[in-house]
């Protein structure tokens, strides 16, 4: 595995159950400042166990594949989700 992928999944494991990031954040948080694209590309194509829904887009859009699924994973962990986007 690449170091960027290690270094993504790494972070994204290390998200607590409501915390809720940007692919921005991600990739900077990895080492990788200016990667979100390359974030979402990643968990777009991985079949690691890491916690996807806990990563947003920048506003706190929701910009997954499957919007619905992640603000009902987001939902049940206490994170309030409105049209589409992290509310708070």
């Known amino acids: 595995m690449k170091r960027f992928e290690e270094a ?3 972070v994204l494991r290390s998200l607590r159950s409501g915390e809720v990031v940007t692919y ?3 990739a900077e948080q990895a080492g990788f400042p200016g990667a979100a694209r390359a974030v979402g590309n990643l968990l777009n ?3 690691e166990d890491v916690p996807w829904w806990r ?3 920048a506003g706190g859009r929701l910009r997954s594949p499957s919007p ?3 603000a009902e ?4 962990e206490g ?3 409105r049209d589409g986007r992290v509310v708070g």
Do not use: K, N, Y
């Open 79 to 81: 994170v309030l989700v």
């Open 8 to 10: 993504v999944l790494e």
């Open 73 to 76: 994973l987001l939902a049940a």
């Open 24 to 26: 921005g954040e991600v």
């Open 45 to 47: 194509r991985t079949d």
């Open 55 to 57: 990563v947003v887009g």
């Open 68 to 70: 619905a699924r992640q």
